[in-house]
């Protein structure tokens, strides 16, 4: 099969699961809250594609808030901000300002293109007072699923790490506090028993890239170290992708890094993505009350450094007589 075949088969099984997702989530009706303030599009680049939304809570407008910077997944060749949208307004109806970013795809411009965006995207929010006004930037957050989990993981890596700064030509002094990640990617196409693909599918995604020195400062399950911010995961079983978390865990607990998975093992749509596609369901409920959790005590320092995966089952289960049923919140903690 040639690159060009394969490029737009790649391409069009991501742009077929985009329609999916915005059918299920047409299908669930779901609306702006209308105490939330929102702004759409604001250009930060020079491409029609380099666009941004902010959401934040209407009555917190003069205060400068946490804030959580929201990369999209697609596999590289797809996805759109839009899809993300009800997952945003959720996190900004906790309090915090959200800003989705929108970004190049490989078929236009290979990867990292979208890490280099996410820095142009980072210098226009500091640098327009308009933006920047809503924004603490002692308490700013990456969120990001399956690929644009690669591009958060990789962005705060490199924010960590003079040598990377310089390789991707990054000149900045912020800080990231913490990770949140959605069923991630955190190097490009370790799949398991379809590693035979791996070369093929890389030239897909690094394009014009592929050739160069900086594919090789993409992969985070090599780049990691002991300086990686902490960060919670949230995984499902059934979900290929999860091997990656699996993979990083190992590595982050030689290291003594804080970085907490949330594992579902039993659920209805526990599939990739899941948390985003199914705002509004019991897992994603329970994903944000650990998100803010998690985000309260990292701002407050009393996250611990400790890595742990934990595995969950939110499920009906029926009791003795067969007239009632309880609910079962099930979290068991599995050493890494």
Not at 7 to 33: E, G, H, S, V, W
Request: glycine residues 6%; proline residues 2%.
């Amino acid at each position: 099969m040639g690159e060009s075949m394969l490029k737009k088969i790649y391409a069009k099984i991501f742009k077929y699961t985009d329609i999916a997702t915005r059918k299920r989530l047409l299908r669930q009706n779901l609306k702006k809250p209308e105490e939330l303030y929102e702004d759409i599009d604001i250009k930060y680049g020079e491409d029609d594609i380099n666009r941004f939304d902010i959401i934040y809570p209407s009555s917190q407008k003069d205060q400068k808030l946490t804030t959580i910077l929201y990369i999209h997944g697609g596999g590289y060749v797809a996805g759109l901000k839009e899809n993300c949208i009800i997952h945003c307004y959720r996190l900004a109806e906790m309090g915090y300002c959200v800003i989705s970013m929108e970004y190049t795809k490989s078929e236009t411009k290979g990867f990292p293109t979208p890490v280099f965006e996410t820095f142009q995207l980072l210098s226009y929010i500091q640098n327009h007072e308009e933006i920047a006004k809503h924004i603490d930037f002692d308490k700013l957050f990456l969120c990001g699923d399956s690929a644009g989990g690669h591009i958060s993981a990789l962005v705060a890596n490199i924010l960590e790490s003079e040598d990377l700064k310089q390789k991707f030509g990054v000149q900045s002094d912020l800080k990231i506090k913490g990770l949140i990640l959605h069923s991630p990617v955190f190097g490009v196409f370790k799949f398991g028993k379809l590693r035979f693909l791996r070369k093929r599918l890389e030239e897909v995604v690094f394009n014009e890239y592929n050739s160069q020195s900086i594919k090789n400062c993409c992969n985070n399950l090599e780049l990691l170290n002991k300086n990686f911010p902490p960060c919670i995961i949230f995984t499902a079983n059934n979900d290929i992708l999860n091997v990656h978390t699996n993979i990083l865990l190992k590595k982050a607990k030689k290291l003594n890094l804080s970085i907490m998975n949330y594992n579902f093992i039993t659920g209805k749509n526990l599939f990739h993505d899941f948390t985003i596609t199914y705002p509004d369901g019991k897992e994603a409920k329970f994903a944000r009350q650990k998100t803010k959790l998690f985000i309260d005590n990292v701002c407050q320092n009393t996250l611990s450094n400790k890595c742990e995966k934990k595995n969950i089952s939110l499920v009906m289960s029926k009791i003795t007589d067969k007239t009632q049923t309880k609910k079962i919140d099930e979290e068991k903690t599995i050493t890494c």
